[in-house]
């Protein structure tokens, strides 16, 4: 495990506020004051430049505090963990709207959401962004968009007629050409308020625009963001193994865990490879591996208590539901193909 100020400060909010509430949130919604305490605690810039009011920190160190985050209260962690791609994208960004969002997205002035994993479908094409008075129009819909009331901002995604993708800045509310369905009735995750966003004509300028790519270019820069395992899932997997140490198991969690750790060290290693798109059939691998361990700690955490885990309030059952859901988050058709093939022969 890596030592820093920051992971201090996510174990500290994970201990005291996440984990201690994390029942009654994925009961209800994530609260704003969740998201208030993780925006004071500077975590929302781990990865964001110094010179923006960002820590800087290297990818380790953010990597555990997505774990950390996610093993207290995966609800609350889907939602702030979107704002960590707008904000490197930014850092990466010669475009003016870097200097004018940056730094409040660093410092957690604002949030920001996603809602661009629909050109993960190409060439289905959910939103089309059409050039248009200075600006680009955008029209379709937006399957999945957490955080709807939480957020300040999302960077939004289209494909225009030459297969290019343009990434723009667009405020996270009701306005002229965006429309949200009502929050979404969920397995897991609901408290994370997901709804799907219908876009008519929504006009943005081309000052809000941090990124135009061509989509065979995305597509390659993307794989290691698809193909890796997700700290999330070792941040569920380790607090099931809690769960299943404190079920009066510690043998079993011990055993589980050794082989966890395996392959999170590795995952970790080809995470931080200097030519991220390589080895990609060993980073799927090893993500579908990081899936049956979950589902092997979840599982066991649930057999070891036995039948008050089928309580609403059991750390095991929610866990075993959050798993459920990091089965498909992120899911590309690569993906996919790859954990079901590895079912098919297990």
Not at 14 to 19: E, P
Not at 152 to 167: C, P, R, S, Y
């Amino acid at each position: 495990m890596t030592t820093s100020p920051l992971i201090a400060r996510a174990r500290e909010l994970a201990d005291s506020l996440l984990a201690p509430n994390a029942a009654r949130v994925d009961q209800g919604e994530v609260p704003a004051s969740h998201l208030d305490a993780i925006r004071r605690s500077g975590l929302l810039g781990v990865s964001a430049p110094e010179a923006y009011g960002g820590a800087g920190a290297p990818d380790a160190v953010a990597r555990e505090i997505q774990e950390i985050l996610a093993g207290a209260c995966c609800s609350t962690w889907f939602v702030q963990t979107q704002h960590h791609t707008p904000v490197r994208l930014l850092a990466k960004s010669e475009l003016p709207v870097r200097e004018r969002l940056l730094r409040p997205l660093a410092t957690g002035g604002l949030l920001a959401g996603i809602a661009y994993a629909h050109v993960r479908a190409f060439p289905r094409i959910a939103v089309r962004a059409t050039a248009e008075r200075d600006g680009w129009r955008f029209d379709g819909t937006v399957p999945w968009y957490t955080g709807w009331g939480l957020n300040d901002v999302m960077l939004l995604a289209g494909v225009t007629d030459a297969d290019e993708i343009v990434f723009a800045f667009a405020d996270a509310r009701k306005q002229p050409g965006l429309r949200a369905s009502a929050p979404m009735r969920l397995a897991a995750l609901t408290a994370a308020r997901t709804v799907s966003l219908d876009l008519d004509g929504l006009w943005l300028p081309e000052s809000a625009v941090v990124l135009r790519t061509p989509q065979e270019k995305f597509a390659l820069l993307d794989i290691p963001r698809s193909t890796n395992a997700s700290p999330a899932v070792f941040g569920v997997t380790y607090a099931a193994l809690r769960v299943l140490a404190e079920s009066g198991e510690p043998g079993t969690a011990d055993a589980l865990r050794a082989r966890v750790d395996e392959v999170r060290g590795r995952a970790y290693e080809l995470a931080d490879h200097p030519v991220p798109h390589e080895h990609a059939e060993e980073r799927l691998a090893l993500r579908t591996r990081a899936y049956d361990l979950m589902r092997a700690a979840t599982t066991a955490a649930v057999v070891a208590g036995g039948g008050r885990t089928m309580d609403l309030r059991g750390p095991a059952q929610r866990l075993a539901r959050e798993g459920m859901f990091l089965l498909i988050q992120g899911q590309t058709s690569v993906v996919r193909r790859a954990h079901l093939d590895a079912l098919a022969q297990s």
